[in-house]
């Protein structure tokens, strides 16, 4: 683990600023290293100006001078021992504001990570809870989409029951209709046969008037019966195109109700941003039958 810059280091800064006669202080001695953080080299800093004090302390033994030159010698280096001691207190107060400010600023630093963490504390919370809406609102739309399938399903079935229904219709139509054109066959072929006995008969009305004009009664009695009867089966055969018109317009309604449905499905699927408004579709008229 790194410890800093080295005190010998700091130590021969300190002494370089000193010898050129500026007090040395934390900033002046980091100028002159060119690196250290302010702390170590504050704390170095203060060792040095202990050690400063003891090594002027040391320079009062003086070797066997004369006695008026070993007095001023003395006096002078108690001056500079008491200059240097100012100057030491100075240095330690500029290095205590200098912790004070470096303390006030890892506060500040400290007062900002707490702000931040709780700002992202309340975006943790506020995310988890847009969260669990968001799910609440997953699973209301897939209950929303599972209930809309199933009346989908519902009308699919509505659906093909009505086209098997209408094919039913359709089918005893066309029975009808082939009962219809047969009865009218056999309503054209007797009326030929009418109209070619009506001949005979006119050939031997002279030997047989009285007998012809009963059969004549007979025949036209048979044929306003088979005219009743093509009358019955034309009105039961328009009711039943009746009945199979309200199915087929019955069978379109459901049919344009399962594509409206179909279409909000299509809407409920989509995300809320890309919603668009569906399209109205008309249902296709039904096709009478002739």
């Known amino acids: 683990m790194a410890i800093g810059v080295p005190e010998n280091e700091v130590f021969a800064a300190a002494d370089a600023v000193l010898a050129r006669g500026e007090r040395p202080t934390v900033e002046r001695v980091r100028l002159e290293l060119g690196r250290g953080s302010p702390a170590r080299v504050g704390g170095l800093l203060d060792q040095w100006w202990t050690r400063l004090s003891e ?50 600023r890892v506060a500040t630093v400290e007062e900002q990570a707490r702000q931040d963490a709780a700002r992202f504390r309340q975006q943790a919370t506020e995310a988890m809870a847009g969260r669990q809406a968001v799910e609440t609102r997953l699973a209301d739309l897939e209950l929303l989409l599972a209930q809309r399938q199933t009346q989908i399903e519902d009308l699919q079935q509505q659906r093909e029951a009505l086209l098997r229904e209408r094919g039913d219709v359709q089918q005893q139509n066309q029975a009808l209709q082939q009962d219809l054109q047969a009865l009218r066959l056999k309503a054209e072929q007797e009326r030929v046969a009418q109209e070619s006995y009506v001949r005979n008969v006119e050939d031997r009305a002279h030997r047989e008037v009285d007998r012809a004009r009963e059969e004549v009664k007979a025949v036209t009695a048979h044929f306003k019966e088979a005219g009743r009867q093509i009358e019955q089966l034309q009105r039961r055969l328009e009711s039943i195109q009746t009945e199979l018109s309200q199915t087929q317009q019955r069978a379109a309604a459901q049919h344009a109700r399962a594509e409206t449905l179909e279409q909000q499905l299509a809407q409920v699927r989509q995300p809320p941003a890309t919603k668009r408004k569906p399209r109205t579709r008309k249902a296709a008229a039904p096709k009478s039958v002739s």
């Open 55 to 104: 090594r002027l302390s040391g320079e009062t033994r003086l070797p066997t001078l004369p006695g008026e030159v070993s007095q001023a010698f003395v006096a002078v280096w108690q001056q500079a021992i008491h200059l240097a001691q100012g100057v030491a207190e100075q240095a330690l107060d500029e290095q205590r504001q200098v912790i004070a400010a470096e303390r006030e």
